[in-house]
């Protein structure tokens, strides 16, 4: 059974930083790209960063490029998100997503086919 | 602002059929082989309910079925449950953004 699990969500001051990790299970963790997604109330749902499965390739919305830092040790079967500069429109809820291919079109014809549950990231005085 | 557009709501009564629109661009829904679909539960992290626009992962009932023409699709619950009342969400691939993007989503309600 895949399973997602997020951790280190927390209160933040704006401009301050946060790692967000997600450890993954049930699946050959290498051999799959991996996402962050996240959820607001007010934007709903918003692709946030990508990463190949070797780590070679990572790929960043516009709204966190240069502030966000995606990684991931294929040897513990981790993904990491460090964020950086933290800005009060990052408050949302955080989701690790594992990617599966449609068509082998990278990374065009890609989606979701596994989520974990979330971890809340805060940004406030 | 989402690059795709959905109606903010749906309803219907048991055993109906509700449709879901997914509008897009050139861009993205025109530029990608498949949108794919994924349900909401109240409370719940988004799972995937149609992949490529019309295939189902297992465990999803066939009551659920998806289609993609130029830059929309739709997605279609038949005999509509109790259990269907959710948000939805399409997703495709955005080549202007480099990115992926995701609808607006839909709630649907069961009357």
């Known amino acids: 059974e895949v399973q997602l699990l997020e951790s280190g969500g927390g209160l933040v001051q704006p401009g301050g930083s946060l790692r967000l990790s997600c450890a993954a299970s049930g699946f050959t963790f290498n051999t799959y790209a991996m996402s962050w997604v996240r959820q607001t109330p007010e934007k709903g749902l918003e692709w946030v960063s990508g990463?190949?499965?070797?780590?070679?390739?990572?790929y960043y919305a516009d709204s966190v490029k240069g502030r966000f830092t995606i990684s991931r040790d294929n040897s513990k079967n981790t993904l990491s998100l460090q964020m950086n500069s933290l800005r009060a429109e990052d408050t949302a809820l955080y989701y690790c997503a594992k990617l599966k291919r449609y068509v082998d079109n990278w990374p065009m014809d890609y989606y979701f086919d596994y989520w974990g549950r979330g971890t809340l990231v805060t940004v406030s005085s | 602002q989402s690059e795709l557009t959905q109606p903010p709501s749906v309803s219907g009564a048991p055993g109906q059929r509700v449709t879901i629109s997914c509008t897009g661009s050139s861009s993205n829904i025109g530029a990608t082989s498949g949108i794919h679909w994924y349900q909401q539960l109240p409370g719940t992290a988004p799972k995937l309910l149609i992949y490529?626009?019309?295939n189902r992962p297992s465990g999803v009932p066939d009551r659920f079925s998806g289609s993609k023409s130029g830059t929309s699709a739709s997605l279609a619950i038949t005999g509509l449950q109790a259990e269907d009342e959710a948000n939805y969400y399409c997703?495709?691939?955005?080549?202007?953004?480099?990115?992926?993007?995701f609808g607006t989503g839909t709630k649907v309600t069961v009357l």
């Open positions: 990463i190949h499965p070797g780590g070679g390739g990572t």
């Open positions: 997703q495709s691939y955005d080549s202007s953004l480099s990115g992926y993007v």
């Open positions: 490529g626009n019309n």
